[in-house]
């Protein structure tokens, strides 16, 4: 079962009038809608915790069902949460994610489903174990670990490139090795291929023709490759995406008993292959009573989840701290301010059950009084640790204590002062998306900056055998919003003369994309100011950039490969920023630093910065930094999901598909080959390596082909 829960906080959810809530008004686009810092105000106590959890009772009405039939069900609740286009994504903390998800599968238990097997499903790749455990809700909470991983290419013509595989094998073995140690199932929980559409307009799955994947352009059937690294790794079952329609699929199909997509008779060849098991011959119905037999392992140790506070809140008087615990006889919250080296422990008070009574979790609280506030300390660096009978359960960091967070001005959209010379807390407020083999990360530096003490230093890491690939950071919790009296974005930057494609990209409320290029400015290395108008941003759906709903940042670096090179290209370097702001040019400015071909205005000096004797009052660089208002929850409306930058291509996409031998059937369509069996109709395919499993408390099936 896959979801994709709306915002909660969403004018879409109809409350009834006998107190229900309905559903019906919502889609996907729902969950990519990251306002309200919304995970914080559904968990209990919070302002949505009632909408969602009538929500989780339409989950455990219908699981409940199944239930009676004695029919087990895997639930793969907020995958995909190392990304940043969904509202459970990496924009909330790992202990935030993970009492999320603990508190949801505990809810559940409590309303009476027990036929649930719980997948935990990351983003691919995945580089290390380190990197995949950091956001895992724990052993007591999970069956079957696994990730999401797709093969995409950004550009038109897109070229062959098998790298994808070598990439996928590594992921399965460093998740297959860690379900190993933890006696859990491995898997590919989504995967498929996403080919950029010849208008640039997006990637959404395979295309009709033209397609870089398949046995005739790449020499690899990229179902069964698939299928072989997910059972070479002890992986039983890989899942693709669902088709809807001829402009969004991923599982090739037929348009009738002899025509099909172009890659038809790889997946028919697939499909006929010994080691691939389809839902039709899993016999999963006439072996119930077998499975029914089995019993589950029962976790008796000490489970548990903050409820409150979260990491990178901010105590500025007296509160009661909050933790869901079962299992624990004590139950503790120690709070350190590593800059005063005070510590101190509260011992906290079994309270209400959390869901249903008499069942666990129970809500511990403890009372931090303005005695104990003021024996801490004011600091930004506090951490609240929860325990249980001398166990951890939680961690949380970057608590702000008697003092109110400062923040930038309002123009300011980044400036690496405002981090208390954390490296740590610079990086949680940014997210990531790159390509298999590629990474990014902001740290801060002392000495490339053009002011204050802190630059930030853009380190990135490019590796490809020719297709582009990317890498890039993407701030979401932006000071202010609304820029609608600047026009123009001023950076301070120093390129790297690596010259691949810098992407300065900014989202408005819209969802819709604006990005510029700085390609040719990083051929240099020169340290100089770029000031980019509004109208240069061009959005990737041809919309206006709305200036008043800004509300995601973003840089990326995508690959550019010289023509004459040959093999494997990789670049590691880094690109140094500072003062990214937004500032009003006049029509005086613009006149004398008109825009180059690129849309940009380069200059050795900022356009708008005047000396320090004379700021001026209008000059949008000196507003004052402010402090957050201690009482209210950022109200920030986030758009959705921040994809893969740089693809502008405008043709229009063929739409007739070719025969195997390269012409076209009658009426423009692939000649199947049925080989020795006779095609299912596919919408929804999960594809099965040679086993089929039910998880935790089930036993395993294995069933030969023939």
């Known amino acids: 079962m896959s979801m994709h829960m709306p915002n909660f906080s969403s004018s879409k959810i109809v409350n009834n009038s006998d107190g229900t809530y309905s559903f019906y008004g919502c889609d996907f686009s729902e969950s990519k809608d990251l306002s309200n810092d919304i995970v914080k105000q559904i968990l209990p106590g919070g302002e949505y915790n009632e909408v969602f959890t009538a929500y989780l009772d339409v989950i455990a009405d219908y699981a409940s069902q199944l239930q009676a039939a004695g029919i087990p069900i895997m639930i793969r609740p907020f995958h995909e949460n190392t ?6 994504g990496s924009m909330n903390t790992a202990e935030t994610y993970k009492s999320l998800y603990r508190y949801t599968k505990d809810y559940m238990e409590q309303s009476g489903v027990h036929n649930l097997l719980w997948v935990y499903s990351p983003n691919g790749p995945v580089t290390s174990e380190a990197a995949y455990v950091s ?3 724990g052993d007591e909470y999970v069956d079957i670990l696994a990730f999401d991983y797709y093969n995409d290419y950004n550009s038109y013509p897109a070229a062959a490139d098998n790298s994808f595989f070598d990439s996928l094998d590594t992921t399965c073995n460093i998740v297959s090795s860690i379900a190993a140690k933890r006696g859990k199932i491995p898997a590919i929980a989504e995967c498929g291929v996403r080919v950029m559409k010849k208008d640039g307009s997006d990637n959404e799955g395979l295309l009709v023709k033209g397609n870089p994947v398949g046995t005739e352009a790449s020499g690899k059937n990229w179902y ?14 890989y899942l693709v995406w669902a088709n809807f329609g001829d402009s969004n699929f991923y599982v090739p199909y037929k348009y009738d008993a002899t025509h099909g997509q172009e890659l038809i008779n790889d997946f028919i060849k697939y499909y006929n292959d ?11 119905y006439s072996n119930m009573g077998t499975l029914a037999g089995v019993s589950a392992n029962t976790y008796t140790g000490q489970m548990g989840y903050m409820v409150y506070p979260f990491d990178r809140d901010t105590i500025l008087k007296a509160t009661t701290l909050k933790a869901g615990v079962k299992n624990a006889s004590k139950v503790q919250f120690i709070i350190n301010n590593p800059d005063t080296g005070v510590k101190l422990t509260l011992n906290a008070e079994a309270g209400a059950e959390i869901a249903a009574a008499g069942s666990e979790p129970t809500l511990y609280t403890a009372d931090l009084t303005e005695k104990n506030l003021s024996k801490l300390g004011k600091t930004d660096t506090a951490t609240i640790t929860l325990l249980a009978d001398g ?22 959209i980044e400036d690496f002062e405002y981090y208390s010379g954390s490296d740590g807390l610079l990086d949680s407020t940014y997210t990531s998306n790159s390509a298999a083999g590629c990474s990014s990360s902001f740290v801060l530096d002392k000495t490339h900056k053009n002011g204050g003490t802190y630059g930030g230093a853009f380190m990135y890491k490019l590796e490809t055998n020719g297709s582009e690939v990317w890498t890039g950071r993407i701030k979401s919790e932006l000071t202010n919003n609304d820029f609608s009296k600047y026009n123009a974005l001023e950076m301070w930057v120093q390129p790297d003369g690596m010259g691949q494609k810098l992407v300065i990209q900014i989202t408005d409320g819209s969802g819709e994309e604006f990005e510029v290029y700085l390609t040719d400015f990083v051929k240099g290395t020169k340290a100089q100011y770029v ?9 990737k759906k041809g919309g206006t950039l709305d200036a008043s709903d800004i509300v995601k940042f973003a840089v990326w670096c995508n690959s550019i490969v010289p023509e004459d090179h040959t093999g494997k290209w990789t670049v590691d370097s880094t690109i140094y920023f500072d003062g990214i702001q937004a500032v009003k040019l006049t029509d005086d400015m613009l006149k004398k630093n008109p825009v180059d071909k690129n849309g940009l205005i380069i200059t050795d000096k900022s356009l708008v910065k005047k000396d320090a004797a004379d700021p001026g009052k209008d000059d949008p660089t000196t507003e004052a930094p402010t402090t957050e208002n201690p009482t209210t929850e950022d109200q920030t409306t986030e758009a959705p999901t921040t994809e893969k930058p740089g693809n502008d291509d405008k043709t229009t996409e063929a739409t007739t598909a070719a025969t195997t ?7 423009g369509q692939n000649v199947v080959n049925t080989g020795d069996k006779s095609p299912v109709d596919v919408m929804f395919a999960i594809m099965i390596a040679s086993l089929i499993m039910a998880g935790a408390g089930y036993i395993v099936i294995k069933k030969d082909k023939k």
Do not use: R
Not at 83 to 88: D, N, V
Not at 224 to 237: F, S, W
Not at 391 to 412: C, F, R, T, W, Y
Not at 531 to 539: A, D, L, R, Y
């Open 391 to 412: 166990e951890q359960l939680a961690q949380l960091s970057h608590i702000s204590l008697g003092k109110a967070k400062d923040k930038a001005p309002a123009n300011v």
């Open 135 to 137: 956001y895992y809700p």
């Open 661 to 667: 031998d390269g012409s076209t059937g009658g009426n």
């Open 83 to 88: 990304g940043s286009w969904f509202w459970w």
């Open 224 to 237: 069964q490759e698939v299928n072989d690294i997910a059972k070479k790794n002890n992986m039983p079952y």
């Open 531 to 539: 000031t980019i108008p509004f109208s240069s941003f061009k959005g």
């Open 274 to 284: 010994d080691s691939s098991i389809f839902g039709g011959d899993t016999g999963f």
